[in-house]
């Protein structure tokens, strides 16, 4: 599809940011997707929380693969760089860029069809080796590009749109995360807004792989009775456990946050983000304790959201493989290329 310019309106006395700019200078084109897309939804919470953080559209990369959610990097930061790569192969592109400039944030927006079938394998080492980056996986059940088919994320017993009903176990994207060893796992619906902008806020902020598992309904496809992504459904079993603030680095807001049911997580840049405990029961750095929570709501057909888990003490790709922070276009030639000696030197460590 085509996408087509849209227009940049400012408006008398709007609000802005710490960098000066408005809420529509992080904007993109205008979207091509369905009327009603959930995905439209999560490029606005995008948008809305990178100028809430004053972050310069510049510093950041967006990635994608292939499907209706890997369209949606086009329609927020136009200014941002951006790449969009093959289907399921998103994540080894990020890593690389990660690899080479760790200076820039990195986000990639996916789908259940991208991710979970022919990218998962790609997915699973960019999660295991902690890349530094904002992973959405934007889940509506089906391929909608394709017309309807089931997707790896589809519940069994939930019908397509023509009536068939899906046979097949699902792959829960917040399930697979903790179990290959994800540092930030998150869930929320596209139609809660003010819960998303949190956790991607908080999802930026975090120093390491950040999934954001949102179930973004299909309106084409998948949003007819009997399916189990569509907004009535998710409506009716959404449950929030964890609520997620990202304070940004302040003396006064860090040594003065709420006791009680509010724990602080401190972030590698000084900022804070504030967990509430909407479920007396549930401890959000607890990695077995969030496995079992979303085990016992899968059986119950709940959709447990919120800020699931998270661990900030483990290193970011970079870190963990001493990479240095300054990108590879920056450094000098003469550096890069140390010449034959030191080329010797290196390979004697391996004989």
Same mark, same amino acid.
């Not at 510093?59 to 136009?78: A, E």
């Not at 990660?98 to 979970?116: C, E, H, P, Q, T």
């Not at 019908?159 to 009903?165: I, L, Q």
């Given at each position: 599809?085509?996408?087509?310019?849209?227009?940049?309106?400012?408006?008398?006395?709007?609000?802005?940011?710490?960098?000066?700019?408005?809420?529509?200078?992080?904007?993109?084109?205008?979207?091509?997707?369905?009327?009603?897309?959930?995905?439209?939804?999560?490029?606005?919470?995008?948008?809305?929380?990178?100028?809430?953080?004053?972050?310069?559209?510049k510093?950041?990369?967006?990635?994608?693969?292939?499907?209706?959610?890997?369209?949606?990097?086009?329609?927020?930061?136009?200014d941002?760089?951006?790449a969009n790569?093959?289907?399921?192969?998103?994540?080894?592109? !990020?890593t690389? /860029?990660?690899? $080479?400039?760790?200076?820039?944030?990195?986000?990639?927006? &996916? +789908? @259940?069809? =991208?991710? *979970?079938?022919?990218?998962?394998?790609?997915?699973?080492?960019?999660?295991?080796?902690?890349?530094?980056?904002?992973?959405?996986?934007?889940?509506?059940?089906?391929?909608?590009?394709?017309?309807?088919?089931?997707?790896?994320?589809?519940?069994?017993?939930?019908?397509?749109?023509?009536?068939?009903?899906?046979?097949?176990?699902?792959?829960?994207? !917040?399930?697979? /995360?903790?179990? $290959?060893?994800?540092?930030?796992?998150?869930r929320?619906? &596209? +139609? @809660?807004? =003010?819960? *998303?902008?949190?956790?991607?806020?908080?999802?930026?902020?975090?120093?390491?792989?950040?999934?954001?598992?949102?179930?973004?309904?299909?309106?084409?496809?998948?949003?007819?009775?009997?399916?189990?992504?569509?907004?009535?459904?998710?409506?009716?079993?959404?449950?929030?456990?964890?609520?997620?603030?990202?304070?940004?680095?302040?003396?006064?807001?860090?040594?003065?946050?709420?006791?009680?049911?509010?724990?602080?997580?401190?972030?590698?840049?000084? +900022?804070?983000?504030?967990?509430?405990?909407?479920?007396?029961?549930?401890?959000?750095?607890?990695?077995?304790?969030?496995?079992?929570?979303?085990?016992?709501?899968?059986?119950?057909?709940?959709i447990?959201?919120?800020?699931?888990?998270?661990?900030?003490?483990?290193?970011?790709?970079?870190?963990?493989?001493?990479?240095?922070?300054?990108?590879?276009?920056?450094?000098?030639?003469?550096?890069?290329?140390?010449?034959?000696?030191?080329?010797?030197?290196?390979?004697?460590?391996?004989?």
């Open positions: 599809m085509t996408s087509f310019v849209k227009p940049k309106i400012r408006r008398k006395n709007e609000p802005l940011n710490d960098l000066g700019l408005a809420r529509s200078d992080y904007d993109g084109a205008m979207s091509t997707l369905c009327a009603g897309c959930g995905h439209d939804s999560v490029t606005a919470a995008l948008a809305r929380a990178y100028f809430e953080l004053s972050m310069d559209p510093d950041v990369v967006k990635v994608s693969g292939i499907g209706c959610s890997s369209k949606t990097t086009t329609y927020f930061l136009r941002a760089h951006g790569t093959v289907h399921g192969r998103m994540p080894s592109f !990020a690389g /860029a990660a690899a $080479v400039n760790g200076a820039l944030s990195y986000v990639g927006v &996916s +789908g @259940d069809g =991208d991710s *979970l079938s022919i990218g998962i394998g790609q997915m699973a080492h960019a999660i295991r080796r902690n890349v530094n980056m904002l992973y959405m996986l934007e889940n509506n059940g089906v391929y909608g590009l394709t017309k309807g088919q089931f997707s790896a994320s589809s519940d069994i017993g939930s019908t397509a749109k023509k009536g068939a009903a899906n046979t097949l176990p699902p792959i829960d994207p !917040a399930i697979f /995360a903790l179990s $290959v060893g994800a540092t930030f796992v998150a929320s619906f &596209s +139609g @809660d807004r =003010d819960q *998303l902008v949190s956790i991607i806020k908080a999802g930026i902020k975090h120093r390491g792989f950040a999934l954001i598992d949102v179930i973004s309904p299909c309106v084409s496809f998948n949003d007819h009775k009997g399916s189990t992504k569509s907004y009535a459904h998710t409506y009716q079993y959404y449950h929030k456990a964890v609520h997620a603030d990202y304070v940004p680095p302040s003396e006064e807001i860090v040594t003065s946050y709420e006791e009680g049911d509010v724990m602080p997580v401190e972030l590698h840049d000084g +900022g804070i983000i504030k967990l509430r405990k909407l479920d007396a029961d549930y401890d959000p750095t607890d990695r077995a304790g969030a496995m079992d929570h979303l085990l016992r709501s899968q059986a119950t057909s709940e447990l959201t919120g800020l699931l888990y998270i661990d900030e003490s483990r290193p970011d790709m970079v870190e963990h493989k001493k990479l240095t922070d300054t990108p590879l276009h920056s450094i000098p030639y003469a550096k890069l290329n140390p010449g034959a000696e030191a080329l010797r030197k290196v390979q004697e460590e391996f004989r």
